[in-house]
């Protein structure tokens, strides 16, 4: 009697279709129903429903659509991984501008596709999404290279400055004497003294005069 031979069944990507054009959600599902280890679960025409499904149906792939009417892809994607945080969202687009492409990047797309992409190179992100490997198109890897390479500018220096140290410095711009800020402020006048020294220091400024310079310039002396 022959020994039987143990087969291992690989378990399909189940992948969930969100895009209000109702043709490109049958497209794609035509095309991916003929790879290999990928099973297209549902659809969705809206991102609302796109959030339903990814409730009921647990994906672990959901393609995206970032421009659809009523709630678009990013609050789509961002609602979808409240749901599930294991899934894995695909933005599937044409659009490539930077007030897209971020915000939806920052809601936590895992990847990032142009509606020009072949067939298999989206069965193939598709693939890398369940291995845990993201794919961004070359143009969007090369926007956010740049990006990150751009110098980010500093912080404006009095976002150093607490809240009582803010109180005073409004006051010194108004031209008051430690005196007045104290009574104003129902605090001692050493505390007064004390917090203009820190101020100075943190506004890398000499003396009470730039420092109210420094409050013009910045709108703050109101």
Do not use: W
Request: hydrophobic share 45%; proline share 3%; glycine share 6%.
């Amino acid at each position: 009697m022959e020994p039987e031979v143990e087969t291992e069944t690989e378990t399909a990507i189940r992948v969930l279709l969100v895009d209000d054009h109702e043709m490109v959600r049958i497209g794609l599902a035509a095309v991916l129903d003929t790879e290999d280890g990928i099973e297209v679960i549902g659809e969705a025409g809206s991102g609302e429903e796109g959030i339903r499904l990814a409730q009921e149906y647990k994906p672990d792939v959901v393609l995206m659509d970032l421009v659809m009417e009523g709630m678009d892809g990013i609050e789509a994607t961002r609602q979808v991984l409240k749901i599930n945080p294991e899934c894995k969202v695909i933005v599937l687009t044409s659009y490539l501008d930077d007030e897209k492409m971020y915000p939806v990047i920052e809601a936590g797309a895992f990847s990032y596709l142009l509606k020009t992409s072949r067939a298999n190179e989206v069965a193939d992100a598709i693939r890398a999404a369940a291995r845990g490997q993201s794919v961004l198109e070359s143009q969007v890897a090369s926007k956010m290279m740049n990006r990150f390479r751009q110098p980010q500018a500093a912080a404006p220096l009095h976002e150093e400055l607490t809240d009582r140290e803010m109180d005073v410095l409004r006051l010194v711009a108004q031209g008051k004497s430690n005196q007045d800020i104290a009574d104003e402020l129902i605090i001692g006048i050493k505390t007064v003294k004390f917090h203009v020294t820190n101020l100075l220091a943190k506004l890398g400024v000499d003396d009470r005069t730039q420092a109210a310079i420094y409050a013009y310039k910045n709108g703050l002396a109101e």
